[in-house]
């Protein structure tokens, strides 16, 4: 409310633009409220959260919100050390519009950083690191160059398969789904004979599950209260959800949670969409809305893009 946004968008009323106030902050802010209004601003799962300030508004903003949230920091405030602002405010719009236009947009993770306040006091200016933020990158990914004979697309696999090995943790309950992209992770990872259209499920270095059906997934969920789960885009169709994956039910799903789950893709096959959006059906409306919107992909090693994913009912 007031200053905080509200009577900008007042301001802006010819132009048509549709706004609601979900919080309501005093004339005199501080830290506080801000860091209030952010984690009511991502909870409502936004495709990309902006804010307008400095280092101390990205403190707030990096301390208030989960780490599967996208934001960019539009650049006005009296220090910018961080690594989450757009070069310009009209860079953002920029970034806006490639998202809207379905282009392929980077996702990075950058830093949060602010003066160091003794250093300050003491006439040395000294940035400290307060986390990180994901933001969109400003380039826009293009195809893979070519290199050692082998195809874009087999380079990609063994890049997210590369990273995913690597970054798997202990007693955390991983569920690797159907399709030729995850059994190529799975047995990276060192899972023997993978199943190609059925869940396969990882728990501290072994295979403890191979092809689960929904009740197997339903009891694994029950004994295991960390758990995230991998799928992949089936090629051509741009489907992620809803096909060739049933053992996946509604039930299994919200057990899981949304931001438990990773989507996995090439660039290759992104690019082969030609902009169309990835597409989900779960068999509920309310969750089809949950998963829909820009997502990060995983795309190759420490590398995701941001796509829209919808429901067409």
Partial sequence: SGTMGEDYFTQLDHAKLMYKVV???????????????VNILSSFSPDLLLFAGGDGTARDVCASINNEQVCLGIPSGVKMHSGVFAITPQAVVSIIKSML????VAVTE???RDIDERSFQEGRVVT?????????DDQLLVQCVKCSGLPDDQLSLDDIAAFVSETLEDDVL???GS?????????????????LL???????????AKDANEPVLIDLLGNYPKAKLFLSVIGGQGVVLGRGNQQLSVRVLRMLGITNIQFVGTQEKLHALEGKALQVDSGDDALNQEISGYRPILCGY??????DIAYSA
């Fill in 23 to 37: 919080y309501s902050a005093p004339s005199e802010t501080t830290a506080q409220h801000t860091q209030e209004a």
């Fill in 101 to 104: 236009a379905r282009k392929l």
């Fill in 110 to 112: 950058a830093e949060v």
């Fill in 128 to 136: 400290k690191h307060f986390g990180e933020l994901l933001v969109p």
């Fill in 174 to 176: 991983y569920l690797f």
């Fill in 179 to 195: 399709g030729g992209s995850l059994r190529h992770i799975k047995e990276f990872v060192g899972i023997d004979e993978p199943t």
């Fill in 198 to 208: 059925g869940v396969d499920a990882w728990y501290n270095g072994e295979c403890i």
């Fill in 302 to 307: 420490h590398d995701y893009v941001l796509y």
